[in-house]
């Protein structure tokens, strides 16, 4: 019996030291309504993209209000150094100034209350492996609060009144299929590779009050791009796509847990139309 209880103890403490490591990527949110939403603005690459469609998408943001929370996803500056495939030619703006940019344009969604967390990308990377500069720190820091910085990924505990939705943000990531179900999210998030399309999936949960099976819908989002077709795309031949992000609507009633995904052109064109969050 002591024996067990010391394999045990063992397995406990490797488990704990596991739950530990999440710990500093985790955002909570409560929104006492009939629905939030979350929008994730990755790939934004400031200072190789479109400005005035970025103003324009942080325009719309805090016009969907406080329900409406945002975070700021990994690769949000280009960030082109020597020893990168870019161009700095290529680019509006190179170095700080993509940072000091970036965060003039983002300032409405933190001064509103709407951006909850700043996820890193393989392109802020490039400053820190070279220089221990991270890049997204940074970008919290000037806004004035470090605590928005969540590192390399991010979980979203997000209430919408009693129905709580999980949310899973990843930049660099395995394309191997269902790789990440093991997470058991609501919405998993896929950035980096600029090719936007929504994936529904049924997964089956298990109510062990009542002992039975629970079939719920559960949805893969794969990330668009704010970023310009630049040169190396070009000469690789990558096929260009429509830029934007997504905005996963989520339902406040209870027993009717429903994810709703927009790509935020989509949005914008019903709320021309009178449909509101």
């Known amino acids: 019996m002591m024996m067990l209880r010391s394999i045990l103890s063992v397995l406990a403490r490797k488990i704990k030291s596991l739950n530990d490591s999440y710990e500093k990527h ?4 409560r929104v006492d309504a009939d629905k939030g939403a979350l929008a ?12 005035k469609q970025l103003q324009e998408a942080v325009h719309m943001l805090v016009g969907l209000g406080p329900n409406c929370k945002v975070v700021l996803g990994g690769d949000s500056t280009n960030t082109t150094t020597k020893n990168s495939k870019g161009n700095v030619l290529e680019e509006w703006c190179s170095g700080d100034k993509q940072v000091y940019n970036l965060v003039d344009d983002i300032k409405p969604l933190y001064e509103t209350g709407q951006l909850i967390g700043i996820v890193a990308g393989n392109h802020g990377a490039r400053a820190y492996n070279e220089a221990f500069i ?6 919290a820091s000037l806004l004035g609060d470090r605590n928005l910085y969540k590192g390399e990924f991010g979980i979203v505990y997000f209430n919408v009144n009693k129905n709580c939705y999980v ?14 179900d093991y997470f058991n999210a609501d919405v998993t998030w896929y950035e980096h590779f ?3 399309y929504a994936v529904p999936k049924l997964v089956i949960e298990h109510n062990k009050y ?5 079939a719920k819908e559960i949805w893969e989002l794969h990330q668009g791009s704010f970023q310009v077709y630049p040169d190396y795309c070009k000469a690789s031949g990558i ?14 009633i209870e027993h009717q847990r429903q ?16 449909y509101s969050l």
């Open 134 to 139: 991270n890049v997204e720190m940074m970008i």
């Open 40 to 51: 994730v603005l990755s790939d934004v690459h400031e200072g190789l993209n479109n400005r």
């Open 259 to 274: 994810v709703i995904p927009y790509l935020d052109h989509q949005l914008q064109s019903l709320i021309e139309r009178g």
């Open 194 to 196: 600029h090719e936007p």
């Open 210 to 214: 009542v002992k039975k099976p629970v």
């Open 167 to 180: 949310h899973h943000i990843l930049h660099k990531h395995k394309k191997a299929k269902n790789h990440y």
């Open 239 to 252: 096929r260009p796509t429509v830029g934007g992000f997504y905005i996963a609507e989520m339902n406040g």
């Open 26 to 29: 985790i955002m909570q949110v």
